[in-house]
Structure formats: structure tokens, C-alpha cells
């Protein structure tokens, strides 16, 4: 029972954090049909500059959250304003090596400004020490709440914003009917700008959450590029949902894959469900049934 | 109060506007008809600017806006219906109504009502998702976003198409009622004649990207020779 519980409590804080990656590979591609491979690096490059301030610089950690934050914001629209929107015209696999590339020279660029090292991240909670509910001791630690409320309430605000905002409405009609759009009278490419930058926003959150309590270096977003991509497509690649579940779903199933079968075989697991899944439902667990032209 | 002007529009080497020229006055309907590939659509698209023509103008109230981008028509005053009717299908009907008004400054949720009186069906189902409408249904709510722009001019694009004739009856006849009521001016284009011409005031017919006949009405309907050769029936 208390390996249960503690699997299920590592699962949970895995997953959130496949989860909030793969929000940010949803928001954009539901909007480009674009996969954005340089989101990883992106969110490692904005971590960085949240280290040079608090660890270098001595600032107080949620002065380097916020910072990341913005940054994790405007590095979003630069991108899509400045590199992505000259490809975007084109075949979207153009746009999709684009961001492999940005996503190769980001990383080069972290190395030659902070070096190859790993580097400790501080976190701003315990990150040592779990909870006992009686005789049984929980491994969950006051920093894994911490990300994991962070990213609900991240999550809340963004559902809010698209639901319930007119900026919310335009973006949605820019993301699903374009020309549509476009004829009543929504700037759609300042939208697209918008939803790079939300996206940005949210993985330079996970890049944070995920650095804390641990060490950095300019590939240490990597795994959870590749785990969040996993996630979306698990959830079906433009839906919110899908991709909270889905980054559940695989936190989960490899934490109780480590757990009861191998710690080798934790990525095997993952395989395996992402197999499953696309077997039994091939366009992803929430994958809206209107067909669309890619 | 919208007038185009020898018009050529090409998709690489095709021609699909051959020096198209027409005008569209104020409260009155006038109906642009022709086969399939005569250039109708390509006409409306070029007019509201989502292709640019190699040459001639497009003019709303005497200034140029042939070059003006897509976003910017409907502040101009121009509403375009797609062909293929435009519903958003993620959004549910309310929102694809909010749509239609986002782009004016203080336009209220509940100028919707408005819409929801001449189109009672769409007030059942506001609060669904728009991919579960009807094909009337959807084309009635396209209608019905257009308006909520407050369009001076209303490019309305095979508004038929695909759908049973009581409903195309409706559609036509309140557009109609709209024209006579406030003025407003509509290009409608067509591949079903008879029921444009009957609402219209003027057609303009066109060929292979060319304008072949221009009159009233009611004169194009009493042509037997264009009929036969243009209208098809």
C-alpha cells in the first residue's frame, strides 16, 4: 500500500510536468499544425537566465521565476514573429526543421554562454523530505505540491483566457477557421504571435518547476520534450484535456512501471501505452472528430 | 457603393478573372451567375481581398481598398460569407455569433438576439457546438454572424448550395427584407439562377472569367438564347 501511494505520488508530479510540456506543443500545433522541437530548448534557455539570477546574482528565487516567465513569453513571439512566420507560408515540414534547428542552435547557445556543467537549481519548498498520514509515510515533498499547484493554476488562468476572454475567442477562431477569421476582421497572425508566447510562457514555467531541486545543463529539457510530445499525442495533439490526461497517463504508467517491474523499463512502458493508445484509438484518447486537411 | 473595376485575377497561369467589371449600389441584390469555374468565387475572394488581382480596382464609397488586407474589409464595411458556409465548428453557436461583432468597439453580447429573432432555430442551440447544426442551420448562422458586423456591403457566396428550396425561400427572403429595409448593398453569387434571379435587381453573368451579359433581373429571366446557353435552365 505505501508503494503504491508513493508510485502514484511520483507518478502524479511526473505527469503534471508532461503535462504542462505538452500543453505547449498542443496550444501551438492545434494553431500551426506545426510541432515546435525548439519548445525544450526554449524553456531550458529561459532556466538559465532564472540561474544567473538566483544563484549567480543572489536574487530571491521568485524574482527568477518571474523573470523566466516574461522572458519564456517574449522569446515565444520572437520566434514566431521573427523565424517561423517567413516559413509558415510554405509546407509546414519546413517550419517543423526550422524549429529543430532553432531547437540545435538554442542549446549551443546555452553552452557557449553557461557552459556544459551541471548546475544545482534551488527550490523554493522542501524538496527532501515527504509526509507521514499516520503510520504511512508519503513521498511527496512540499516542492512537488508546489509544481504541481503551479501548473494547475497556470492551467486554470489559460482555460479562463481562451474560454472566457474575447482575446480568448479570437484566438480559438484564428487557430480553427483561419480565412474565416481573417474575413471578421481578427488580426490573425498578431494571434498566432499571441499563442507562440503563451506557449513559451508555459514551457519556460515547466522548465523552472522541472530544474528545481536538481541540476541543469543545456540538455536538460530534452527527456521532457520527448515525454511531453508523447503526452500530446496521447491526448490527441489539439485538445487541453488530452494533454493533462495524457501527461497523467504517462507519469503514472512509468512510475508504476519503475516501481513494480524495472527501472530499466520505464521507457519501454511508455512505448507500450503510446502503442496501445494509437492502436485502439489512432488520432489520440481526445482527439476532436472533425476531420481537418493537414 | 462597391464597384469593381476590370478586374484580372490569375492562379499562376490560369486566368480566372478576364477584366471583370460591375457595380453594387446600395439596396439593391445583384446576383453574379455562371457555370461551375466561370470565376464567381474567385470574383467575391478577390473582392474582400483573400486574393490580390494582377490589375483593375475594387472600390468601396469612391476609395480604393483593392490593396487593403483581409482584416481590414470589415471595418470598411464589407461582410463576405464563404462559400462552404464558415461556421467555426469548435465554437459553439454563441461564440461563432460574438464573432461576428468582436472587431467593433462596444458591440454587446446581446445584439445576438437580434439574430436569434430572425433565425429562431439558432436560439435552441446557442450553447452548442456549431458542428452539430444542420446545413440550414449553419448557413442561417453565417448569415446571421455577417450581420452582426453591421455591413454596409454583404458578399454572399453560393448561400444555396446543398440546401432543400424552403430553406433557401427563408434565407433569400430575409436577406431580401434586410436590402429593402436598411439599404444595405449584396453581391450574390450563384450557380442556382432561377431562385437568384428572383430576389436580385440586377445579374451579371459570366463565362470562362468574363462578364458576358449585365441587365435587370427580370430581363436576364425573360432571355431564352442566355438561359439556355448560360443559366442552365
Known amino acids: 500500500m505505501q508503494q503504491f501511494l508513493n508510485l502514484t505520488t511520483t507518478g502524479i508530479t511526473f505527469g503534471v510536468l ?46 527568477g521565476f518571474l523573470v523566466a516567465l516574461v522572458a519564456g513569453f517574449l522569446l515565444g513571439a520572437f520566434i514566431e514573429r521573427v523565424v517561423v512566420r517567413r516559413v509558415e507560408t510554405g509546407p509546414e515540414i519546413n517550419a517543423v526543421i526550422v524549429t529543430l534547428g532553432l531547437f540545435v542552435a538554442l542549446e549551443a547557445l546555452i553552452g557557449i ?45 489559460l482555460v479562463a483566457l481562451f474560454r472566457f476572454t474575447d482575446v480568448g475567442l479570437r484566438l480559438r477562431a484564428a487557430a480553427f477557421g483561419q480565412e474565416v477569421a481573417r474575413l471578421l476582421g481578427v488580426r490573425v497572425g498578431r494571434m498566432l504571435t499571441l499563442g507562440w508566447a503563451l506557449a513559451g510562457l508555459f514551457g519556460s514555467l515547466a522548465g523552472v518547476l522541472i530544474a528545481g531541486g536538481g541540476f541543469i545543463s543545456p540538455g536538460f529539457m530534452q527527456t521532457s520534450v520527448i515525454f511531453g510530445f508523447v503526452a500530446a499525442v496521447l491526448g490527441g495533439l489539439d485538445s487541453f484535456v488530452g494533454a493533462i490526461v495524457g501527461g497523467l497517463v504517462l507519469g503514472l504508467t512509468q512510475s508504476y512501471v519503475a516501481g513494480y517491474v524495472d527501472g530499466d ?3 519501454m512502458g511508455a512505448l507500450a501505452v503510446l502503442l496501445v493508445v494509437l492502436l485502439a484509438k489512432p488520432g489520440g484518447l481526445f482527439s476532436s472528430s472533425v476531420a481537418r486537411k493537414v | 457603393m462597391l464597384e469593381v473595376r476590370d478586374v484580372v485575377t490569375t492562379y499562376g497561369p490560369v486566368l480566372a478573372l478576364d477584366g471583370v467589371s460591375l457595380s453594387v449600389p446600395a439596396g439593391r441584390i445583384t446576383a453574379v451567375l455562371g457555370a461551375n469555374g466561370a470565376g464567381k468565387t474567385t470574383l467575391l475572394r478577390t473582392v474582400s481581398g483573400l486574393v490580390r488581382p494582377k490589375a483593375g480596382a475594387v472600390e468601396l464609397d469612391g476609395k480604393d481598398i483593392t490593396r487593403l488586407p483581409v482584416e481590414a474589409m470589415v471595418q470598411r464595411g464589407m461582410a463576405h460569407v464563404p462559400e462552404g458556409r464558415g461556421v467555426i465548428a469548435e465554437l459553439t453557436v454563441a461564440e461563432n455569433l460574438k464573432l461576428g461583432g468582436l472587431f467593433r468597439k462596444g458591440a454587446k453580447d446581446s445584439e445576438a438576439d437580434e439574430v436569434y429573432d430572425l433565425f429562431p432555430a439558432l436560439r435552441e442551440r446557442r450553447d452548442r457546438s456549431a458542428h452539430t447544426l444542420s446545413g440550414g442551420e449553419r448557413q442561417m448562422l453565417v448569415v446571421g ?18 440546401l432543400a428550396p ?24 450563384e450557380q442556382n439562377a432561377k431562385s437568384a434571379l428572383s430576389i436580385a435587381d440586377t445579374g451579371v453573368v459570366l463565362n470562362l472569367g468574363r462578364v458576358v451579359a449585365t441587365d435587370s433581373a427580370d430581363a436576364l429571366a425573360a432571355d431564352e438564347q442566355l438561359r439556355h446557353a448560360f443559366l442552365g435552365f
Open chain 1, 113 to 157: 554562454l553557461f557552459g556544459q556543467d551541471f548546475l544545482g537549481f534551488p527550490a523554493p519548498f522542501d524538496a527532501s523530505s515527504g509526509f507521514a498520514v499516520g503510520d504511512t509515510q508519503i513521498a511527496q515533498t512540499a516542492n512537488d505540491r508546489y509544481r504541481i499547484l503551479s501548473v494547475l493554476v497556470a492551467l486554470g488562468l
Open chain 2, 166 to 189: 424552403r430553406v433557401v425561400a427563408q434565407i433569400f427572403g430575409i436577406v431580401r427584407d434586410l436590402v429593402d429595409r436598411t439599404g444595405l448593398a449584396v453581391l450574390l453569387v
Open chain 2, 145 to 162: 454572424r455577417a450581420l452582426l458586423a453591421r455591413p454596409r456591403v454583404l458578399l454572399l457566396d453560393e448561400p444555396s448550395l446543398g
Open chain 1, 18 to 63: 508532461y503535462a504542462a510540456f505538452a500543453l505547449c506543443l498542443v496550444l501551438i500545433f492545434r494553431a500551426t499544425r506545426i510541432i515546435n522541437f525548439a519548445q525544450g530548448a526554449q524553456a531550458a534557455f529561459t532556466t538559465y537566465l532564472a540561474y544567473e539570477l538566483v544563484v549567480e546574482r543572489d536574487q530571491p528565487y521568485w524574482v
Open chain 1, 265 to 267: 523499463l520505464v521507457n
